[in-house]
Structures are given as structure tokens and as C-alpha cells.
């Protein structure tokens, strides 16, 4: 098993925390690492860790779903969440199809192909009890980056409107189909923004870096696709926007190095929300190596050579 860093706390002394006007401590600003379909990759989550560690650390992970499916490590990769927990960062985390296929639940979609159900099939059977707890409590949706009590996003694996649609008669939450459609097409986000009661949203899935912006509630208009440059951080404006950090541990863009997000949650007296997209190299052949040895489909190891 991959050993895991642990992240010292750290609480400032009297003499560094500023102190505002009203004698009350300002809330300061948080950093959250933003990371999705790490697909049983350790090798992969290990370089984000540690790159988004060397450039500036973080305090909150949000984990957008596919832990596990396609890779040789998922027990790694789930002890790895559990270890940055313990050591005192807080981890919000939602489930996916690839979850959902392991635990053996029908995801909307119905089947999979063939070489993505042999690598769940081999999860499935290589998964310990306590993997198999933890992917059991993972929500479809959770809300994060709170502000005086309020959640500013949603997260998601696909599109949530799916967990949000209820039977008219009923009254039961029903999937629809867009909830793991690969498009970012206009009605898919269009219909994610409209159910989600947070200004933004956080989604993964596609295995592709994403950032649009929205009009405010009840402005006229579309998204508009935000062109993205690698380690530059965009400032949020009076927008509602859908980030997608891509694939920790398969991207599909065309770039093999993983993909991650970085938030800049503003504390007390700043408004200001940043969000930069980062890549990192890694050792792809380590992976495709265990990959391998363990006998998983040979297309599902070659792909991760060529980000596809």
C-alpha cells in the first residue's frame, strides 16, 4: 500500500491571528483541493497530493466521485481519503456510477461496457469490508463552502438533477438520464443550475477541465465556456459558475498527467472566490505495470499513455 503523508495541524498563537475593529478574529480564507475519478489510481493521487501540497497545501478535499472502477488500488486510494481525515483535513465526498457499479446499484444509464464491468468486477472482489462501508455513505450530492451558515456549492459526480427529480404521485426521487450524460452540452447545465439550490456547482465525470460561467438567479442568458489556462486562478464575479477539475487517475483530454482543481474560499470581509486548474506528471507505467500484473483489460492500461 501506498503510505500516505500526514498533514500536521497547526493552530496559530494569539499573537497571529488579527484582530478586527469589533474585537471579534476574522474568519480566514480556505484553500479546498478539488479531485474527481481518481478510478483506483494511487500513483496519480499521490503526485496531486503532493503538488497541490508544494503550491500553497490546502485544508478541504472534495472528492466528486469515482473513487474507485478501472485501476488496480482502490483499497489504497480509500485508506489514503481516510488518512487525510484523520489527520485533520476535512473530506467531503459523493459517490459515482463507477460506486454505484462496485456496490452492484443500477445507475441510470444501465450497463457498462465490457472492459469497464471487468474492472469493477475486479474492484468489487478486491475491495475490503471497510472500502465497501465507506463507499456505502457516500451521498449523490453533498453542499460545501459554507459562508454565515450557508453552503456556496453543490457537488456532484454528473449532473444533479437526477437526485432531485421526485414522482409526481409518489413523491420518490427518480434518475433521468442526463444525470451521467458526458455532454456539457447547454440543457444539461442549463437543468443542473436551475434544481441546485447553491450558487455554484461542482461536477466531474467527463474526465475533462471545465469552467463556465452562468447569469445570476433569475437573469436572462446561458453559459459561456471560460477558456481554461493551466495554473492561472480565475476570480468568481456576481456569476454562478460549474467547475470540473478533470480525472485525477484516467484523463480523457488528451493530457495523461492528472487533473485537479484548487478553490480559494474567501474568509471574513472578502468576497472573492479564485479557482485554478492544475496537471501533474506521473509515473503512468508504475500504474500500468500493477495494472498488468493484476490482468485488467489491456485497453483500459494503454489508454492512460495517451489521455483517452
Not at 456496490?103 to 472492459?115: A, E, K, Y
Request: charged share 20%; net charge neutral.
Amino acid at each position: 500500500m501506498t503510505a500516505s503523508t500526514h498533514i500536521p495541524a497547526f493552530t496559530p498563537s494569539p499573537a497571529e491571528v488579527p484582530v478586527a475593529p469589533d474585537g471579534l478574529a476574522p474568519v480566514p480564507g480556505r484553500r479546498a483541493l478539488v479531485i474527481s475519478d481518481i478510478h483506483s489510481n494511487q500513483v496519480a493521487l499521490d503526485a496531486v497530493l503532493r503538488d497541490a501540497r508544494a503550491s500553497g497545501g490546502f485544508d478541504e478535499v472534495w472528492v466528486l466521485g469515482d473513487i474507485v472502477g478501472y485501476g488496480p488500488q482502490p483499497n489504497e486510494v480509500i485508506q489514503c481519503l481516510h488518512h487525510l481525515s484523520a489527520a485533520g483535513t476535512v473530506v467531503t465526498a459523493v459517490g459515482g456510477n463507477h460506486e454505484h457499479a462496485v456496490l452492484g446499484v443500477d445507475h441510470p444509464l444501465g450497463g457498462m461496457h465490457s472492459r469497464a464491468s471487468a474492472c469493477a468486477d475486479w474492484n468489487r472482489a478486491t475491495l475490503t469490508e471497510s472500502s465497501v462501508a465507506f463507499l456505502q455513505t457516500l451521498p449523490d450530492i453533498a453542499e460545501a463552502g459554507f459562508k454565515d451558515g450557508s453552503p456556496r456549492f453543490t457537488l456532484a459526480h454528473g449532473a444533479p438533477c437526477a437526485s432531485v427529480s421526485k414522482h409526481p404521485r409518489t413523491s420518490r426521487r427518480t434518475p433521468c438520464r442526463c444525470r451521467y450524460d458526458y455532454s456539457s452540452a447547454r440543457g444539461v447545465l442549463d437543468r443542473s443550475m436551475r434544481v441546485i439550490r447553491t450558487p455554484h456547482l461542482v461536477v466531474g465525470h467527463t474526465h475533462d477541465p471545465l469552467l463556465a460561467r452562468f447569469p445570476g438567479r433569475r437573469q436572462p442568458g446561458g453559459p459561456t465556456i471560460i477558456r481554461i489556462c493551466e495554473d492561472e486562478g480565475y476570480a468568481f464575479d456576481t456569476g454562478r459558475f460549474v467547475i470540473n477539475p478533470g480525472s485525477v487517475g484516467q484523463p480523457r483530454d488528451g493530457d495523461p498527467r492528472a487533473s485537479y482543481a484548487v478553490l480559494g474560499l474567501p474568509g471574513s470581509g472578502n468576497d472573492a472566490i479564485t479557482v485554478t486548474h492544475h496537471r501533474v506528471a506521473y509515473d503512468v507505467a508504475a500504474i500500468q505495470s500493477e495494472m498488468m500484473r493484476v490482468r485488467l483489460p489491456l485497453e483500459m492500461v494503454t489508454r492512460l499513455s495517451e489521455g483517452l
